[in-house]
């Protein structure tokens, strides 16, 4: 039986890029942080409404199915995810 930390770690991360009503940013991230360990959402630029969510590709499809659900309610507009490699993340923190 293995422990729990003897899974490896995904080496890279996707990163998806969204326009959301500027109005809606607060409600955005409160719902993804709700989902305790989905994304990180990361304010990209709150004047124009562009939002980051960096996720890790084991919970891609439980992020997508989200994303399903808050498109239609928020109108938001979602760009196709870009993979992430840990010297990317280094860079961007």
Not at 9 to 14: A, C, Q, S, V
Not at 71 to 88: N, R
Request: charged share 20%.
């Amino acid at each position: 039986m293995k422990t729990w930390n003897d899974h490896p770690e995904p080496r890279t991360g996707l990163c998806y890029t969204a326009r959301v009503p500027v109005h809606e940013i607060g409600y955005l991230v409160s719902i993804v942080e709700g989902h305790e360990g989905l994304a990180i959402v990361r304010t990209k630029d709150a004047a124009l409404g562009i939002v980051e969510f960096w996720i890790s590709p084991l919970m891609q499809k439980d992020f997508e199915s989200l994303l399903t659900y808050l498109t239609g309610e928020l109108g938001i507009t979602v760009g196709k995810p870009a993979v992430m490699s840990p010297a990317d993340l280094d860079n961007v923190l």
